[in-house]
């Protein structure tokens, strides 16, 4: 590999070489993981939506039902109609209550945030590859896209959390051996689903309240 001297006059060879290091390091590591922990981000936060979504279809299905119910059977008794009371107004307070914090989170917003940095910081990673690779890089055009990466994440306003890059060196990870990659692979389902679960986890809970309940009173049923 040559260097562009009209780019680089005064720098000195060794000096080169360890800028050079330096921005391979960050098309590498630094780059690369951040582009792999937002598209990470970005979809974790469209299955944590769909799921909050899912159980506001469950509880909305629940809250149907119970009207359906109460109008082919009108004459209820006191317990039952107890029991159907409390099943309609978790319902309905859960829905409420799930709306107004996906709402606030935003995940919908944020997922398509970080998707576009990713993508954008996709192509950043790249443009700095293929200057690494030329004959005679610049460190002009490097430093330029090294600028333009920093002002990416500034002007992205979020960011993904360690979590996100954590899940996403779990998804990268390889081996030779087959049953490790089924291994590795596993650990990467298990894991985002933990993190999934335990971000929709109040209205999980109300599920199984309100799972429970029904089955209490289908079970007193004749």
């Known amino acids: 590999m040559t260097l562009d001297q009209t780019a680089n006059p005064l720098s000195p060879p060794d000096k080169i070489h360890?800028?050079?290091?330096?921005?391979k390091y960050l098309a590498e590591n630094v780059m690369s993981g951040t582009r792999g922990a937002r598209f990470t981000a970005a979809r974790l936060l469209v299955l944590k939506e769909r799921v909050s979504l899912v159980i506001q279809c469950v509880l909305a299905v629940l809250l149907i039902g119970v009207s359906i119910y109460l109008l082919a059977y009108p004459d209820v008794d006191a317990d039952d109609a107890r029991r159907l009371g409390l099943i309609s107004t978790m319902a309905s307070v859960?829905?409420?209550a799930i709306v107004l914090f996906e709402y606030a989170l935003g995940r919908g917003l944020l997922a398509s945030k970080l998707h576009d940095s990713a993508l954008r910081a996709t192509s950043l990673m790249r443009a700095l590859e293929r200057e690494l690779a030329a004959p005679e890089p610049s460190l002009t055009v490097l430093a330029q896209t090294a600028e333009a990466y920093e002002q990416e994440n500034i002007m992205t306003n979020v960011n993904h959390s360690a979590m996100d890059f954590t899940l996403h060196r779990y998804s990268r990870a390889k081996s030779n051996w087959g049953i490790v990659n089924f291994f590795y692979r596993a650990r990467s389902i298990v894991a985002q689903a933990i993190v999934v679960a335990l971000a929709v986890w109040p209205g999980l809970l109300t599920l199984g309240v309100i799972a429970y309940q029904t089955f209490?009173?289908?079970?007193s049923r004749p």
């Open 18 to 23: 360890k800028t050079l290091d330096y921005y």
């Open 94 to 96: 859960s829905i409420l």
């Open 216 to 219: 209490l009173f289908l079970s």
